[in-house]
């Protein structure tokens, strides 16, 4: 049998969407990036928008020029002499950082603290930086081992979830919970209905918080067993919980008391980046329970604790940061399977022209906003 490979086309120049400095990204022309023998190039379909990299930007913490943009899917265009396993033609997930697995912190698993991992490996030219706002991006050879093929009934929207997804399934990893254990996940944007999703599939019972009804109506149907609407001047305070009436609107502590018979929550996982949550979570945590911070990732950020809550009562605060490869087919085979079905979590899309719209609809989310992607295969 003859075998025959996709050939494609390929241009010398590219668009791509180019940071130049705090608030400033720009469409330009740029040359698509050379790939070396051991690496591919993969035109860019989907990609999304995350708010590491909104901070990024917004903030200037890093010196321009680059092209951003790391939750990325397209189409395998050409494929070095030495790569195996790959072929044009091919659908992928791509995975930007993958850690060396034979340093001090791979042995204890810490990969995001791998030097190897801190290193970006797919750029679109420029100082490597994931390069998804772009046509074409260049994968390194040491972030091979992180690509993943996108089944021929999944689209490249799911393709373009894993990234995130793997954050998320790395941190609920870190938490140490028993079937039937209550755990608060305080937020349901994206990441927190992911959370909430993962967490009601192993079984937990979650109580989900966010300021609008219409996400704790979607956490709901991810598998939420209680919900609460937090309350601000503006925007009126409910909870739903099943099995529970009463007369008035509950503080949370209230709701918590209720649902876990006094006992206290096993785990509260901090979805949004507000220190009062987490120290309200600290307190409503049972002795021995754990605090999960996901989303407080600006550095220089100081908050007042009961440090006596984590020596006496032994509530442990732990963090979670970036993804874990290893867990990539555990990854894919919960979003290409469905049992996390992230198609419902993508609520807005842009072309690539309008990236720094997409940049502004995460930073600035509304009640019927969630994920947000640039979508090249948009007009």
């Not at 901070?55 to 913490?61: A, D, L, N, V, W």
């Not at 021929?152 to 609920?172: C, D, H, I, Q, Y």
């Amino acid at each position: 049998m003859i075998k025959v490979w996709a050939v494609f086309t390929i241009p010398k120049t590219m668009q791509a969407v180019v940071y130049r400095g705090a608030n400033q990204l720009q469409l330009e022309t740029v040359g698509v990036p050379p790939v070396r023998s051991d690496e591919l190039l993969v035109k860019v379909t989907v990609c999304g928008v995350c708010p590491t990299d909104i901070k990024k930007i917004h903030f200037g913490t890093v010196p321009p020029p680059r092209i951003f943009g790391h939750e990325t899917a397209g189409t395998i265009v050409r494929v070095g002499s030495r790569v195996r396993g790959f072929r044009a033609g091919e659908r992928v997930a791509l995975h930007h950082h993958v850690p060396c697995l034979n340093c001090h912190a791979c042995w204890h698993r810490a990969f995001a603290q791998c030097a190897q991992y801190k290193r970006t490996g797919i750029t679109a030219g420029f100082e490597p930086a994931g390069g998804g706002y772009a046509e074409y991006v260049r994968v390194m050879s040491f972030v091979l081992p992180g690509v993943v093929k996108i089944p021929g009934r999944n689209s490249f929207l799911e393709g373009a979830m894993l990234e995130p997804v793997n954050t998320v399934l790395k941190a609920v990893n870190r938490l140490t919970l028993l079937r039937g254990d209550t755990v608060l996940v305080a937020g349901q944007g994206p990441i927190g209905l992911m959370f909430t999703r993962l967490l009601a599939l192993r079984g937990m019972k979650i109580l989900a918080t966010d300021l609008f009804e219409s996400r704790l109506g979607l956490s709901r149907s991810l598998g939420a067993k209680f919900t609460f609407q937090v309350r601000t001047k503006s925007v009126p305070q409910k909870s739903t919980i099943r099995s529970l009436t009463t007369s008035d609107t509950p503080a949370l502590s209230e709701v918590v008391e209720k649902v876990t018979a006094g006992k206290g929550l096993d785990a509260a996982v901090i979805a949004v980046p507000s220190d009062a949550v987490m120290r309200e979570a600290q307190e409503l945590v049972r002795g021995a329970g754990q605090v999960l911070l996901f989303s407080h990732t600006k550095r220089g950020d100081a908050a007042s604790l009961d440090l006596a809550a984590i020596c006496v009562d032994e509530k442990d605060l732990i963090g979670s940061y970036s993804a874990d490869f290893t867990l990539q087919s555990e990854v894919a085979r919960l979003v290409f399977s469905r049992k996390l079905d992230t198609r419902q979590l993508i609520t807005h899309q842009f072309p690539l022209e309008q990236t720094a719209a997409a940049v502004q609809q995460t930073a600035h989310p509304s009640e019927t906003s969630l994920k947000v992607v640039v979508n090249q295969q948009l007009l």
